[in-house]
Structures are given as structure tokens and as C-alpha cells.
């Protein structure tokens, strides 16, 4: 492994109590980085920045919805008086529901999909930007979904937000320019997660869903796990993606993960 090569840097990672989050949070820690863990949940974030501390690293965890811009100031605000920069930005927070068709959904649930899924990440990097551009560098990883090109039936609010998140990836990109920040989204796939978990969980029986894929993918031992999403968002978090700005990137993508686990090993 690279190891290492993320010391002295400072990571956020949202969501990061549980799958994606969490494993991203453990390999940033393992490459040096000083992470700081924040989910909805003040139990289960100081629970994994014990974990990252026991384990020698540098952590905190503090609790926040990031549909909610004073608690991401928060966030913001907790990691400066601590640790005086953020060099990386891992969007991962996200939510599936509401999984119904649009004629049946609570439109205050749709709204708040598109709030964590949307605006959370924008709530974010816009906290962040300026210290970056100040310091002139900066890694976002914008965790998104195949579901932003693949819409899913009776996941509007999550497709929608998904698409919405690549183009401002794309937008933000073209800002940056020359500024030593960079910005990408990832794509990581079906992985093994509790929100597929929810996805299979749904009662599809009367409506147009057909979560059958999910289920397949389960029962055949094709979901990926997470600890596999996190090598990719190391290496958008690292120096391996200084060349690339503004992209889609894909975990089916078979030759740029040969590239990812050349660059940071075996």
C-alpha cells in the first residue's frame, strides 16, 4: 500500500458511520490523513473516530445532518479549531428514500432526499472552497450513483439528486481551474450496504418497481463491498487524480481499477 501518502493532510468524510463512509474513513486514516467522521448519529461517529484512534490515528467525530447548513458550519467550524485546514472532502452522505412512485410520495420526504443527496454536498463545498483556494489545494470526492444516468423507478428524488450532483461536479470543475483544488464524482455501483438492504427490503408487489436486480446481485454474491468503494475514493482523495477535474468516474470502469490498485497496492 501507499501508505502514508495522505500525512499531514485533513479529510471530512460525511456519512461516515457505517459502509462507505466508514471504510473511507478507515483507509484516508490508514494513508496518514487526519479524518473527521460525521454522520446524523453522535454515538456511531465518536464510536468509529474511537476505533481510527485507538488504531494510531488522528480523529473526531462530530454529529451532523447536512441537509441542515448551520450544523455543516458546524462541522466546519469544529474541524478549523482543531486542526486549522481541510484538504479533502468526501461527500458520501446520502439517503434512498422516499422509494415509492411520484404520484404516491410525501413531498416532504422528496424534498429532503434532495436536501441530503443535493444540497448537503453544495452546503459543504462551499464551506470548504475558500480554504482550499486559500491554500491552493484541495481533493472533493462527490459519492454519486449509476442512478444519475440509470434513472431507478420509483426512486425519483435519489435519481434526481444523483444527476444534479454530477453536473455541479462538472460546473465546479470548470471554476477551478488552475486553482489546485479538484473535484470528481464516483459512480461505485451496487455495493453491500444497509441501503441496499432497505432497497430489498421495499414491497414492490402492485407498482412499477422491480428491485429484482438488487436482489439477484445479493443472492449471487456480485455486490461490491465497501472497503472496495473506499480504494477508489482514496485514490480521487490522493495525489493519483492531480490530472483529473470534473469527471464521472465509474468503479465498473475495469482499467482505471487496475490503475487504482497499482497506485495504491495490494
Do not use: C
Request: aromatic content about 6%; hydrophobic content about 45%; cysteine-free.
Amino acid at each position: 500500500m501507499a501508505r502514508k501518502k495522505l500525512q499531514g493532510q485533513v479529510a471530512i468524510v460525511t456519512g461516515a458511520s457505517r459502509g462507505i463512509g466508514k471504510a473511507a474513513a478507515e483507509l484516508l486514516a490508514s494513508l496518514g490523513a487526519t479524518v473527521v467522521v460525521t454522520s446524523r448519529s453522535a454515538e456511531q461517529v465518536e464510536q468509529v473516530a474511537a476505533t481510527l484512534r485507538q488504531q494510531g490515528a488522528t480523529a473526531i467525530g462530530v454529529p451532523a445532518d447536512v441537509a441542515d447548513p448551520e450544523q455543516v458550519e458546524q462541522v466546519i467550524e469544529a474541524t478549523l479549531d482543531q486542526f486549522r485546514r481541510v484538504d479533502i472532502l468526501v461527500n458520501n452522505a446520502a439517503v434512498v428514500w422516499p422509494v415509492e412512485e411520484v404520484v404516491d410520495t410525501d413531498a416532504d420526504e422528496w424534498t429532503y432526499s434532495i436536501q441530503v443527496n443535493l444540497l448537503g454536498p453544495f452546503y459543504l463545498t462551499r464551506n470548504v472552497l475558500p480554504l482550499m483556494m486559500n491554500q491552493q489545494y484541495g481533493r472533493i470526492v462527490n459519492v454519486s450513483s449509476g442512478a444519475a444516468v440509470n434513472p431507478i423507478v420509483g426512486a425519483s428524488a435519489y435519481s434526481t439528486a444523483k444527476a444534479g450532483l454530477d453536473m455541479f461536479t462538472r460546473a465546479l470543475a470548470q471554476e477551478l481551474t488552475n486553482s489546485g483544488v479538484i473535484v470528481n464524482s464516483l459512480h461505485p455501483g451496487m455495493v453491500d450496504t444497509d441501503m441496499q438492504v432497505d432497497l430489498r427490503s421495499v414491497d414492490t408487489e402492485g407498482s412499477q418497481l422491480d428491485f429484482s436486480r438488487f436482489h439477484d446481485a445479493h443472492e449471487q454474491g456480485k455486490l461490491r463491498t465497501p472497503q472496495a468503494v473506499a480504494r477508489a475514493i482514496a485514490w480521487l482523495a490522493g495525489p493519483w487524480s492531480r490530472d483529473h477535474n470534473g469527471k464521472i468516474f465509474s468503479i465498473t470502469d475495469e482499467e482505471w481499477i487496475r490503475k487504482v490498485n497499482a497506485d495504491l497496492g495490494e
